[in-house]
């Protein structure tokens, strides 16, 4: 079936630094999304985005978080700067439409803030 | 309060044995995804069903929306169905609420 990608799927840095996750979308696909999964807890929203713009978000979606896509690359979420509780499992997903249209996610990028 | 409410958070078989599992959620839906969570952490979508009964091999699922339930039943359960299995509700708005999941053991 169609796949996301998230690069890298492990990254470590140190509180205060900047980082990027990354993610390829299903190739037609117009919407994209971020989740949030603090190990062993529950999954939560974080940010849907269609045609270059942030639609909706949840209080999780911190104003030192962003998202892009840049001429239709990865779609990207930066943290800057990081703290420790935003360790977490964070997942891609995409989907070619709104309501009625299946979410596909990627594997997640683990990230470790010390 | 908790829009999606899975039940039961947890979850010990025999192999062999079924598997019923609740997903009640409530806000407006449009539809319903079950996923399964792997040990390490990534996602297997299930199914997508917005209403009606899906099968695949020895999984079901019946979402009722009038009821406002969806489950997903695992039939002759085996050691590799061990995991996590998320309900994910898909609102008219633009995001997915998930519930927080049960986690089943299958045991040899």
């Known amino acids: 079936g169609p796949k996301v990608l998230q690069i890298p799927s492990h990254q470590i840095i140190d509180m205060g630094q900047m980082v990027t996750l990354n993610c390829d979308p299903v190739s037609n696909h117009l919407y994209f999304y971020w989740y949030k999964q603090i190990l062993g807890q529950q999954m939560e929203f974080l940010v849907n985005?269609?045609?270059?713009?942030?639609?909706?978000k949840s209080k999780l979606f911190k104003d030192q978080f962003s998202v892009e896509r840049p001429d239709g690359s990865y779609f990207t979420l930066k943290i800057q700067p990081t703290a420790l509780e935003d360790s977490a499992v964070y997942f891609c997903?995409?989907?070619?439409?709104?309501?009625?249209?299946?979410?596909?996610f990627g594997p997640g990028t683990r990230l470790l803030v010390l | 309060g908790q829009q999606v409410q899975q039940s039961p958070a947890s979850l010990v078989l025999q192999e062999g044995e079924n598997a019923e599992l609740q997903c009640n959620f409530s806000t407006s839906l449009n539809s319903m995804q079950w996923f399964y969570q792997r040990p390490g952490g990534s996602l297997v979508s299930l199914f997508y069903n917005p209403s009606g009964t899906k099968h695949s091999g020895r999984l079901t699922s019946t979402t009722v929306i009038k009821e406002r339930r969806s489950s997903l039943h695992i039939s002759s359960s085996q050691t590799t169905d061990s995991g996590t299995y998320l309900c994910?509700?898909?609102?008219?708005?633009?995001?997915?609420?998930f519930g927080k999941g049960t986690h089943l053991h299958v045991l040899p």
């Open positions: 997903a995409s989907s070619a439409g709104l309501g009625g249209n299946t979410q596909y």
């Open positions: 985005f269609y045609n270059g713009k942030v639609m909706e």
């Open positions: 994910a509700l898909d609102t008219n708005a633009y995001k997915v609420i």
